[in-house]
């Protein structure tokens, strides 16, 4: 099995300035082609720019725009088989894991993944990518959800927007219930899981708890 290199952020686009660097290297730089997944709303092609605009200076320009939904079509699922980078985006995190967790998309992410492909996920995104998707109460109807999520990294839980929505107490319950480590990213921040690890984080501090 290759390496994988998974790239969790815990807000908004873009990447930050060296995670870009690494993720745009691994992707392949100027011979990189990679997917964004996302959930079409009016004016998603405005937001795509947020996405790419580093990824842009290490020299990729070629970009396929996944739009989600129940039916994917072939050239869809083909198109995502042939990428060498994967970008989940952020939005309805329940909508996000109803379309790729358990799903064909959701197949090919994890074959590619463990193929060495790196995946980056942006809030919505970066929950789905865990093996615990667990959504705050602040998105829910008042109380947190536990849901199956890919599974790229195990043995803990994150939260995202962390202080931004003071969500200390929800991530320790999480931990707590899971028995796991605990992330917490706040927007403009990230870090780098290579096969599992936690390699590096970049923004304001990863908040730990274990």
């Known amino acids: ?3 994988t290199h998974l ?3 815990g807000g908004s686009p873009p ?4 995670l870009g660097e690494i993720f745009s290297g691994l992707a392949g730089n100027s011979s990189a082609r990679i997917a964004i997944l996302f959930l079409e709303r009016t004016g998603w092609q405005e937001y795509m720019p947020a996405y790419t605009k580093v990824l842009n200076k290490h020299g990729i320009s ?6 989600l ?3 994917p079509t072939d050239d869809q699922l083909y198109q995502l088989e042939n990428c060498t980078g994967i970008i989940i985006c952020g939005g309805d995190t329940e909508l996000y894991q109803n379309y790729i967790v358990e799903t064909p998309v959701g197949d090919i992410i994890r074959n590619r993944f463990y193929e060495g492909v790196p995946v980056a996920g942006f809030s919505a995104g970066a929950l789905v990518s865990c093996e615990h998707c667990v959504i705050s109460p602040e998105n829910t109807a008042q109380q947190q959800l536990y849901l199956n999520g890919l599974g790229l990294i195990s043995d803990c839980v994150i ?3 962390f202080t931004e929505y003071e969500e200390e107490k929800n991530l320790i319950e999480a931990i707590s219930k899971l028995q796991v480590t605990g992330y917490g990213i706040d927007e403009n921040s990230g870090l780098y899981v290579r096969s599992g690890q936690l390699i590096e984080s970049e923004g ?3 908040h730990i708890y274990e």
């Open 15 to 18: 990447f930050n300035k060296k």
């Open 204 to 206: 304001s501090e990863l």
């Open 1 to 3: 099995m290759s390496e």
């Open 159 to 161: 939260s995202v927007h």
């Open 7 to 9: 790239f969790l952020f």
């Open 69 to 71: 939904s129940k039916n």
């Open 62 to 67: 070629n970009y396929v725009y996944f739009t």
